[in-house]
Structures are given as C-alpha cells and as structure tokens.
C-alpha cells in the first residue's frame, strides 16, 4: 500500500539536478521525521538523507554530501530532496519516507524507523 505519494523522477544527464517531491494526502510532516532512501538493482536499499522536526538536524550519506539537499515546504506539506551534479552511480529507485515517532537528537538511519513510505520513483543519470 502507497502511504506517501512522490514525483520528479526521471533521467538526466551526468552532471544535471532533480527535485523529488513527496507528499502525504491532507496531512503534513509536522512533527515527523523524515528522509530519503534509494535502491540501486542489485543492492540494498540505503538511506541518502534524512531530517528531523523542526529543523533539528539533517544527515547525509557521505556519498551525497554537498550535492544533495533534503528540505520541506513552510508548510510542511511536502517533502522535498534536491539533487544536484548528479552522477551515473546515484541512478536508483528513490524513496521518501516518515516517522511519526521522531527522535530529535539523532537521525533516524535504518528503514524499520519509518512508519510511512512512497511508491518509489525511479532517477536514472546518463554518462
């Protein structure tokens, strides 16, 4: 069952940037953490960000940082992670996901902490 319902993927070119989006049907990600994971064919599923409420913290894998950006709309309605100099090897399923119980200190960094996730949307980068 889809809980989260994202969009922007797509292919790109090595180098190009992708805004995905994520969103929850009349609801908000106040209070939530939330963050972003991908799937690549033939590996595990790998969180890439992730953040807490109210802007208590933001994680990146340390293949991501610096060109990845997770962020929520002011209205935190949306979920976003903003993609840039995007090279072949992030080419993945993308997945948003949510955590109504939201450890503030600490990033949430293993999938079992999420209680809502996305259909997945598929970026596949170019050489």
């Known amino acids: 069952q889809v809980q989260l319902v994202e969009s922007g993927g797509g292919l790109v070119q090595a180098g190009g940037s992708l805004r995905l989006s994520c969103t929850a049907s009349?609801?908000?990600?106040?209070?939530?953490?939330t963050g972003w994971f991908r799937q690549a064919p033939g590996k595990e599923r790998e969180l890439v960000a992730a953040?807490?409420?109210?802007?208590?913290?933001?994680y990146y894998a340390d293949s991501v940082k610096g060109r990845f950006t997770i962020s929520r709309s002011n209205a935190e309605n949306t979920l976003y992670l903003d993609m840039a100099s995007l090279k072949p090897e992030d080419t993945a399923v993308y997945y948003c996901?949510?955590?109504?119980?939201?450890?503030?200190?600490?990033?949430?960094?293993?999938?079992?902490?999420?209680?809502?996730w996305g259909q997945g949307t598929q970026v596949t980068v170019s050489s």
């Open positions: 996901a949510a955590a109504a119980l939201c450890i503030r200190t600490r990033p949430l960094t293993t999938q079992t902490q999420y209680d809502y």
């Open positions: 009349g609801r908000t990600f106040r209070g939530y953490c």
């Open positions: 953040g807490g409420s109210a802007g208590s913290y933001t």
